[in-house]
């Protein structure tokens, strides 16, 4: 089956730390998004790609970083310099190229205490 | 800039018809979604417009109106499992050249009761 996959769907990390999530897709999709989204807020955007070895800044990248070695792949790291990391986590592909249907992956929901 | 308008919550009873409403202002225009997202889970796709007009698919229609940046969506014969969140959403950003990411409004909660 093709889709989005996230893992872990809950994550715990102490303060301080930073901490990776996970996303894949098998979609053949060459743009991927990460969203980040707060309790009765929408989706804002923190990082995306639209090809392998490049990746821009979204509206709130501040404290978060990203790697696209691989097509299937786009890491997100939450670093200590993150004010506020506890959130939910959404990532998304597209195929690119004015398609903009964006396909969704489970999320993860990452707690930092 | 770019900024989407959607009423916070809303409530309806079953099998009643409900009109979720969004207003946006962006600099480009390159359609409109809507996503339906049940807490705690990923947005799914329910309707994208590109030209005024209603499109209707089952007992979801979506209507666009690109003159008044205006876009609804109207829901029939509710279910209690139409309980979620309904988020607008348009493509391009301040921040994104190509215009391929989507900005999304805050999305109306809706509450269906039996």
């Known amino acids: 089956d093709g889709g989005i996959t996230q893992s872990p769907k809950y994550l715990f990390r102490k303060e301080g730390q930073n901490v990776t999530l996970s996303c894949e897709q098998n979609l053949n999709h060459d743009a991927m998004y990460w969203y980040r989204q707060d309790p009765g807020q929408g989706l804002r955007l923190i990082y995306y790609?639209?090809?392998?070895?490049?990746?821009q800044k979204g509206d709130i990248a501040e404290g978060y970083s990203v790697s696209r070695e691989k097509k299937e792949s786009f890491p997100l790291t939450v670093t200590s310099a993150q004010k506020n990391p506890t959130a939910f986590y959404l990532c998304a592909s597209n195929s690119g190229q004015g398609n903009y249907e964006q396909y969704f992956g489970p999320g993860t929901r990452l707690t930092v205490t | 800039g770019q900024n989407i308008d959607q009423p916070t919550e809303m409530t309806a009873t079953e099998g009643a018809i409900v009109q979720i409403n969004c207003t946006y202002q962006?600099?480009?225009?390159?359609?409109l979604f809507w996503y339906q997202q049940h807490a705690g889970e990923a947005p799914t796709f329910l309707s994208y417009?590109?030209?005024?007009g209603l499109e209707e698919k089952g007992r979801f229609s979506s209507f666009l109106s690109r003159s008044k940046g205006y876009s609804y969506l109207l829901l029939k014969e509710l279910q209690m499992k139409d309980s979620a969140s309904y988020l607008c959403a348009v493509p391009g950003g301040p921040w994104d050249q190509a215009g391929t990411a989507l900005i999304f409004g805050k999305g109306t909660t809706l509450s269906v009761s039996s």
């Open positions: 790609s639209q090809i392998v070895n490049d990746f």
């Open positions: 417009n590109v030209l005024d």
């Open positions: 962006t600099s480009g225009f390159n359609g």
